[in-house]
Nanobody, 117 residues
Framework: QGQLVESGGGLVQAGGSLRLSCAASGNIFSYNPMGWYRQAPGKQRELVATDSIGGYTNYADSVKGRFTFSRDGGTNMVYLQMNNLKPEDTAVYYC???????????WGQGTQVTVSS
């Protein structure tokens, strides 16, 4: 339990789309909440979206209406669909999850997203 592996980052032009994936070890519904964070060069890591089982998904104001968080219990994957990307979305994106039983907090290794203007 506790391993998170992100993928799907890359270079895209402004206005384009990317879908980030996060593969979790074990059942993803063993983790709550789960979320995505990002860290741009020279800046602190910030929340992008967090999702609580049976609750709601919380998005940063800067991504509302453009990014969508989803979970797939069949594949134990979580996703971040990112549309209408902007240069200011450039950052390393991290998957995050707290185990419901142990309350341990896990982070993935990060995936780079670069948006060119």
């Amino acid at each position: 339990q506790g391993q998170l592996v992100e993928s799907g980052g890359g270079l895209v032009q402004a206005g384009g789309s990317l879908r980030l994936s996060c593969a979790a070890s074990g059942n993803i519904f063993s983790y709550n909440p789960m979320g995505w964070y990002r860290q741009a060069p020279g800046k602190q890591r910030e929340l992008v979206a967090t999702d609580s089982i049976g609750g709601y998904t919380n998005y940063a104001d800067s991504v509302k209406g453009r990014f969508t968080f989803s979970r797939d219990g069949g594949t134990n994957m979580v996703y971040l669909q990112m549309n209408n990307l902007k240069p200011e979305d450039t950052a390393v994106y991290y998957c995050n999850a707290r185990h419901r039983k142990t309350e341990s907090l896990y982070w993935g290794q990060g995936t780079q997203v670069t948006v060119s203007s």
